[in-house]
């Protein structure tokens, strides 16, 4: 498994951030690679999905991510299935101050056996660090504008 955490802080309550985030809605808008989203089971609650397609290095995917636990306003852990098969959890954290902390963790593992493997390690888990941390930085910049 590979794991990638990012975070930063976001002039905003976790109400207004998760509400903005969750809405599969809005997820093209700001998350990296997203050309489209839809959701199934009333997500985000515990058990609902989004289904999601996702384009990188040239390829065009989906992937399905199951709510499994979802404490709003701070918390939602989703499993992933897909090419990339893991979790990927979302923390909102109230600093106090007006503003909130936003931690994105993933946890995962690529398809494709020894060759997954190693196109994880050279080009992918660099790849989805990067994406994960432009994706946060357009969450800022669109909630921040709301």
């Known amino acids: 498994m590979a794991l990638v955490e990012k975070q930063i802080i976001i002039s905003a309550s976790p109400e207004k951030i998760s509400d903005y985030a969750s809405d599969s809605g809005n997820l093209s808008e700001w998350f990296v690679g997203v050309t489209s989203a ?3 089971g009333g997500f985000p609650e515990v058990g609902g ?22 404490n709003y306003p701070n918390l939602l852990i989703m499993q992933m299935d897909g090419m990339m098969k893991g979790t990927f959890r979302w923390d909102y954290t109230d600093n106090g101050d007006g503003t909130t902390t936003v931690q994105a963790t993933v946890d995962y593992k690529l398809g494709g056996g020894i060759l997954g493997k190693i ?23 669109q909630v921040e504008n709301l």
Do not use: C, H, P, R
Request: hydrophobic share 40%; no cysteine; net charge negative.
């Open 38 to 40: 839809s959701v199934e």
């Open 119 to 141: 196109a994880n390690s050279l080009v992918v888990e660099d790849m989805n660090a990067k994406q994960l941390a432009e994706s946060l930085a357009n969450l800022k910049a």
């Open 49 to 70: 999905s989004q289904i999601i397609s996702y384009q990188a290095a040239g390829m065009n995917f989906e992937m399905t991510n199951t709510s499994t636990e979802y």
